[in-house]
């Protein structure tokens, strides 16, 4: 409840905000009084635990706003599971059943069902959850899409955004920024692209790809606090240091990007600010001890970019330790 997963697209097709709160304070003054039950944690988490070992989230994607009207249905499958997936492994949990919530636009051919429905089923075996249940409607309105996801923890219960300690390091799996990169490709917004280049980035804007289902027993192992980036590194460091009331300081010179993100930034052709606030990247970011260093350096494609310390808020430090200016970018806004 605290976010749906989305990025910058928004701001290409939705009129000018005219809600008075951002996203933040709306759950907290309308919906998190009503979240009395102890696994929702006041809805100041992506998933809640309904009972022990077992935890849901629920995200929704729509057209105009998450994915383009062009984006091919079993791609736009394909994300609405992911989406959802990392959620659950940055909780260090697994995937289990999900229910589906279909509002299909009334003039849109149901031939496109049939692709749709093969991206869904493709890619809840591959993530390792069944389809239980759901609903469909129509709509005058765009595509929108919801699906709501269980996932099963260990004992120990959720990794909340809430047990970052000073002292500890940061980690960040895969890459980030390239899914901003290929927004700004399928939208024509990077200029001349290699057909190569274009194709790896729009792919991972159509299909992210979240770590793999065993990175969910090292957050489980190891991790005093974990989200997933959806609205931005920057963002989402934001919302850990928030929620544990301590300050982050990352390092930008280790935040991981592709060798393509890193060609455009090197060649002043993208600015890594619009890389860590973009979004979408559905990466886990995560705290951990240092004693726990070893046991996480071992594991391929995950990055410690950072320290926790005292105090408040999050700081990216460029190249020669200034902090960059984020002022303005911060990270996606929903309202």
Do not use: C
Not at 215 to 220: E, H, I, S, W, Y
Not at 228 to 251: C, E, K, M, P, Q
Not at 275 to 292: E, H, K, N, V
């Amino acid at each position: 409840m605290q976010k749906e997963n989305a990025f910058s697209i928004a701001s290409l097709t939705s009129p000018r905000n005219t809600l008075p709160m951002n996203e933040f304070d709306l759950v907290r003054r309308y919906f998190a009084p009503l979240a009395t039950s102890p696994g929702a944690d006041s809805l100041r988490d992506d998933v809640a635990e309904i009972s022990p070992g077992l935890i849901v989230t629920k995200d929704a994607i729509v057209e105009g706003v998450h994915f383009l009207s062009n984006d091919p249905l079993d791609t736009v499958a394909q994300k609405l599971v992911r989406v959802n997936v990392s959620d659950i492994i940055a909780k260090g949990g697994k995937p289990d059943a999900a229910l589906l919530a279909l509002i299909w636009p009334k003039g849109r051919p149901h031939e496109g069902l049939e692709a749709f429905a093969r991206g869904l089923g493709k890619d809840l075996e591959r993530w390792g959850a069944r389809l239980v249940g759901g609903d469909t409607s129509a709509t005058d309105g765009p595509l929108t899409l919801t699906l709501t996801l269980t996932g099963r923890v260990s004992p120990r219960g959720p990794v909340r955004r809430s047990g970052a300690e000073p002292g500890d390091d940061i980690w960040v799996s895969g890459t980030i920024g390239d899914s901003w990169l290929g927004l700004q490709a399928a939208t024509d917004r990077l200029g001349p692209l290699s057909a190569e280049a274009r194709n790896l980035l729009v792919s991972r804007y159509r299909v992210p790809e979240p770590p793999r289902l065993p990175f969910a027993d090292l957050v489980a192992t190891h991790a005093t606090a974990s989200i997933d980036i959806s609205d931005g590194l920057f963002a989402d460091a934001g919302h850990v240091a928030t929620a544990s009331g301590v300050r982050l300081t990352l390092r930008s010179v280790d935040i991981p990007l592709s060798a393509v993100a890193a060609h455009y930034v090197e060649n002043a052709k993208a600015d890594l600010r619009a890389l860590l606030t973009g979004g979408d990247d559905y990466q886990t970011l995560f705290t951990a001890p240092t004693s726990a260093r070893a046991a996480i350096a071992a594991t391929r494609g995950v990055s410690r970019i950072g320290e926790v310390g005292r105090g408040e808020g999050v700081v990216i430090l460029d190249a020669v330790g200034a902090p960059l200016d984020f002022a303005g970018a911060s990270g996606w806004k929903h309202f």
